[in-house]
């Protein structure tokens, strides 16, 4: 059986580069040695597992792109980038006819969607690539579906807690408090406490110091309207190997769909959990 080939792009961010050495040590892929990065970057490789990969910047994409198509043929494209280059990259991918597993969180989902149903290409797209909270989210979305209003009238308070270089509040927690809403709970995605200091992290939420420059902390505290019921739901992630079991695993459930044919097409993860 031959290896599959991806690029992983957002190199040398931290995630990136933890999905890229999983991906590196694994005999079912084959990484290939390029990484797109963003203007900002001033190295020229990055190293992973002990290969040099080279940085793309945006400027260069278009032409090095072609060359590598040219050298490998096609491949998956894993992208762990920036919020904002999100719905730019997605474009990028599709007009250049490669499939991709989106784990950036940021952008116009839905323009992001329509990207890519209007494109020849499919593509994994979900704002948490870890497979455990996954499943914990479609447990909520049956709730939300099966039990309208079951919390109508409840107070909540909704904090996550995320590495300081984190730019933007976690799509986890948004697509959260939308199932908390059908569920009859009146709260919005700006309420989100968004913790990005590393003290306040440690001494007053209990972040492991080794792990305050990548972890994933939420909590979401409900509280009936007379004080006698209170509900508190809590996913504590510590480190990021959790997201490269999940990424690999889309990795491999989007090239069996491009090996059915498949094109203009969006999955999720709750689909790649469903394989």
Known sequence: MSRLKLMINGLPGNVAMIIAGHAAKDERFELLPWSLTGPE????TADVDGTPVSLIRPDDRNTVIQEIIG???RFIS?????????????RFYCDNHLPFVMG?????RNALTDTVTE?????VIAPNMAKQIVGFQAMMAYAAENFPGLFKGYEMIVRESHQQGKADTSGTAKAIVQYFNKLGVDFSEADII????PVVQETELGVPRQHLG???WHTYTLVSPDGSAKFEFTHNINGRDIYAEGTLDAVRYLA???????TGRVYSMIDVLRQ
């Not at 950036?104 to 116009?108: A, M, R, V």
């Not at 968004?194 to 200091?197: D, I």
């Not at 069996?256 to 498949?262: M, S």
């Open 214 to 216: 990548g972890h994933g």
């Open 78 to 90: 894993v992208d762990y980038t920036h919020p904002t280059a999100v719905d730019a990259n997605a």
């Open 71 to 73: 050298k490998h043929g």
């Open 256 to 262: 069996g769909k491009i090996d059915q044919g498949h």
């Open 194 to 197: 968004k913790e990005r200091n």
């Open 104 to 108: 950036t969180t940021g952008g116009d």
């Open 119 to 123: 494109s020849e290409t499919c593509a």
């Open 41 to 44: 970057i001033e190295q020229e």
